[in-house]
């Protein structure tokens, strides 16, 4: 059975950091593009962050030279550090992992970025 398990979101002040995790198992995680993705109330869920299976990363404009994703095929784990946070990045996060037609989603896990 496919699961992906986030963790590390939680309340931070603007300007603060947090970094995410995303651990997999039931897949042979190295196959697998990842990405982060977030939702935040009343709004649909978007694209933040997006890393290859060969580690090549890209991001939406708002996080640019904030957030950075990266990923350990060792621990099966996809990280999103997250600089500078703003209170316009409170969402749920979640992360996805896509190969061929084959994806699975986690359950996310809140940011809130508040003082």
């Known amino acids: 059975q496919v699961q992906l398990v986030e963790s590390g979101g939680g309340l931070v002040q603007p300007g603060g950091s947090l970094r995410l995790s995303c651990t997999a198992s039931g897949l042979l995680f190295r196959f697998y593009n990842m990405a982060w993705y977030r939702q935040a109330p009343g709004k649909q869920r978007n694209l933040v962050a997006f890393i290859s299976n060969s580690g090549a990363a890209n991001y939406t404009d708002s996080v640019k030279d904030r957030f950075t994703i990266s990923r350990d095929n060792a621990k099966s784990t996809v990280y999103l550090q997250m600089n500078s946070l703003k209170p316009e990045d409170t969402a749920v996060y979640s992360c996805?992992?896509?190969?061929?037609?084959?994806?699975?989603w986690g359950r996310g896990t809140q940011v809130t970025v508040s003082s």
């Open positions: 996805r992992s896509v190969y061929g037609s084959s994806q699975y």
